[in-house]
């Protein structure tokens, strides 16, 4: 898609680009539309940084007496839980149709900095874990992570929690190592095989839990010392003797892991889990964790009738570094040892291909993933991203071609994950930061409100073709857990149908549609002749005549449907 182009459409298509936000309101979703059920396979998550994404209380700022003498963009900058749903109050995620938000693990970080041969570090990403047990201070509270979730399921959203089996936080003169019973420190990985992968550390001074083993091991002192300091030590050692008697598992490393996990399931009614380094555990702990978790989840639903969002049960997608759709049910461990994790507790896989076969046409690229996801991998779906967290080899890291980005994000067959400041063009290459900590910028809400310039085009136009794609999403199943099919090869035009349970949904999206011109666009075998059907992208509605339906709009995409 050609950039000046498709920016000169949009500004003929939505006016006011200096008000990026009013200009949301040019193609609204129709209010007669009636509303098609939830599916995962179609799901729009909004992957953040919590720390990264907005300050709600600066008042949290600092906990921990931690110092502000971090690398570049490693240390802690002030997002919170309040800040992420102030914007849920805002309408902000709404506005771009997404109907899942995943948040980075809020549980309580290792309290120091740390070198890992990048700089200074914190825990500022969530990964770095010191108790499972509690909300890290510098996010905010457990009322605070309370009102996330119980406002995001008041606005139709549900909410993802990041969790970490495979280890702790690094050791540091504020956090001692875990026992010898719970962790090891070494060997470090060479990723050969299954052992290789699994039994040793994924770098130096990150201790790995013994998720393997089946000994019983005692409470760490060091937790144990601080939970009696915050006067919760009785609480939660009758909650783990209850745990393990109904369960009857072995007081073994993983299965405290388990029920740390699964209790913020049933405390604040979490919809799903993103597993983080799932290859380098072994593959049954997942299947523990799910099961253990579906039990909280429904325990939960039953104590909050009124909060739920409908019965769909449980949901859990993995984090397996390099997971291709390709793989299908059989990923690669090397040295003969392949692992199917779809049936080890996930629903769905982290597409770690979507990023480079974005470089393909539409059509390639659309045709096989749904061979792939209504052959091989049906009942199951994938989450497809084209920049994350820590993928240094992102799609359009200069954001160069964000209209190309979200046509193909969205509209691919799966689900599709936002990496936050995908819609409004956050840049990923930061002077001055190293590796990874590149792709992890404070969110530019800045540049969102004043519509700064991106190259040929404005954030504020970028936003909103992202919204428009989002929102036709979020009310159509059939776009990403439809069966595809090209209908017309120029422009580009193909159609999704889809059924389940009862419902079903069709739709026809054309791209790359000329911008000096209205074109007919052919939709014969989806829509009959006679029958209204609408732009989502224009808001423009038309009669279908001969096979084709023509709208009176310059838009340069078409996404139509029934209302």
């Not at 936000?21 to 007669?32: I, R, V, Y």
């Not at 839980?81 to 709404?94: H, P, S």
């Amino acid at each position: 898609m050609k950039l000046p182009v498709l920016a000169a459409s949009l500004l003929l298509a939505f006016g006011a680009a200096h008000a990026p936000m009013a200009a949301a309101q040019t193609a609204p979703a129709p209010a007669n539309a009636q509303a098609k059920p939830f599916v995962w396979e179609n799901a729009t998550v909004y992957f953040l940084l919590t720390d990264r994404f907005n300050n709600g209380n600066p008042a949290n700022d600092g906990a921990y007496g931690r110092k502000q003498d971090a690398a570049k963009l490693r240390g802690f900058m002030g997002g919170d839980l309040a800040g992420v749903t102030a914007k849920i109050r805002e309408g902000y995620f709404k506005n771009l149709g997404v109907d899942a938000i995943w948040i980075t693990p809020p549980v309580e970080q290792i309290h120091a900095g740390t070198d890992e041969g990048t700089g200074k570090s914190y825990g500022f990403h969530g990964y770095w874990a010191k108790d499972f047990t509690a909300v890290d201070a510098a996010l905010g509270t457990e009322d605070d992570m309370r009102t996330l979730v119980d406002t995001a399921h008041a606005n139709g959203i549900r909410v993802i929690l990041d969790v970490v089996m495979n280890h702790t936080g690094p050791v540091t003169a504020q956090d001692p190592a875990w026992p010898k019973s719970w962790v090891r420190t070494g060997p470090k990985c060479t990723f050969k095989d299954a052992r290789t992968t699994q039994d040793c550390t994924l770098v130096d001074n990150l201790p790995d839990f013994l998720t393997h083993s089946n000994a019983a091991v005692e409470l760490p002192p060091m937790l144990a010392a601080k939970w009696k300091k915050e006067g919760r030590y009785e609480r939660e050692v009758k909650e783990l003797d209850a745990f393990f008697k109904r369960t009857g598992y072995p007081r073994a490393p993983r299965f405290y892991l388990v029920k740390w996990h699964a209790d913020w399931v049933r405390k604040y009614g979490f919809d799903g889990f993103r597993a983080d380094t799932v290859k380098h555990t072994e593959a049954g702990v997942w299947k523990e964790l799910k099961k253990e978790a579906s039990l909280a989840y429904e325990d939960w639903k039953k104590a909050n009738p009124a909060k739920k969002l409908g019965d769909t049960p449980f949901w859990m997608v993995s984090e397996v570094y390099g997971y291709a759709i390709g793989h299908g049910h059989k990923y690669d461990l090397g040295g003969g040892d392949f692992v199917d994790y779809l049936a080890n507790g996930f629903d769905s896989m982290i597409n770690f291909a979507m990023k480079s076969d974005a470089a393909q046409g539409y059509e390639k690229l659309f045709s096989s993933y749904s061979s792939i996801l209504h052959g091989d991998m049906k009942g199951y779906s994938v989450l497809n991203y084209i920049s994350s967290h820590d993928d240094g080899g992102p799609f359009d890291a200069m954001r160069v071609r964000p209209f190309e980005s979200a046509n193909k994000l969205l509209l691919a067959p799966g689900a599709a994950q936002i990496y936050y400041g995908d819609e409004t063009a956050r840049l990923l290459k930061i002077e001055g930061a190293v590796g990874d900590a590149t792709l992890r910028s404070f969110m530019n809400w800045d540049e969102l409100a004043a519509n700064a310039q991106r190259g040929t085009t404005r954030v504020g136009e970028v936003h909103e073709h992202w919204a428009r794609l989002g929102r036709f999403r979020a009310a159509h199943p059939a776009v990403g857990a439809g069966v595809h099919q090209m209908i017309h090869h120029s422009p580009y035009t193909f159609k999704r149908t889809w059924s389940q349970g009862g419902h079903s949904d069709r739709v026809v999206v054309a791209l790359e549609l000329p911008a000096d011109k209205a074109v007919a666009i052919p939709v014969g075998g989806v829509f009959n002749d006679g029958q209204t059907v609408r732009d989502w992208y224009s808001g423009k509605t038309a009669v279908v005549k001969d096979g084709k339906v023509q709208f009176d709009s310059r838009s340069p995409v078409a996404l139509i449907a029934q209302d």
